[in-house]
């Protein structure tokens, strides 16, 4: 059964560092379009990153270009979202969604995608 399943948030102080970790066991990332996107409470979600698997391509929205980062293991079939000098704007679930057949391999910030995760929380606060 398809599960896309997100893993590494937690609460962090300001200025701190986390890393999330997006994985579908038992199935592919390798020719897919992942992105990240976050919802905090009483906002609408909001797009974080994304990246082309297959083309390699890679998008973040304005206001987390520069502190975080869109990766992949291709060993591991785990894509991650390293987020470094977090701030408080940035607590929210972090959803990460799949779209397995991309055409053309370029990744989007629009909620264009196929599978979703049940998300992390993400809670940067001292």
């Known amino acids: 059964q398809l599960q896309i399943v997100e893993s590494g948030g937690g609460l962090v102080q300001p200025g701190g560092s986390l890393r999330l970790s997006c994985e579908a066991p038992?199935?592919?990332?390798?020719?897919?379009?992942i992105g990240w996107f976050r919802q905090a409470p009483g906002k609408e979600q909001e797009a974080v990153s994304c990246?082309?698997?297959?083309?390699?391509?890679?998008g973040y929205v304005d206001s987390v270009q520069g502190r975080f980062t869109i990766s992949t293991d291709n060993s591991k079939n785990t894509v991650y979202l390293q987020m470094n000098s977090l701030k408080p704007e940035d607590t929210a679930v972090y959803y990460c969604?799949?779209?397995?057949?991309?055409?053309?391999?370029?990744?989007?910030?629009?909620?264009?995608?196929?599978?979703w995760g049940q998300g992390t929380q993400v809670t940067v606060s001292s």
């Open positions: 969604a799949v779209d397995w057949n991309p055409a053309p391999p370029i990744c989007t910030l629009l909620p264009r995608y196929d599978s």
């Open positions: 038992g199935f592919t990332l390798d020719y897919s379009n």
């Open positions: 990246i082309s698997l297959r083309g390699g391509t890679t």
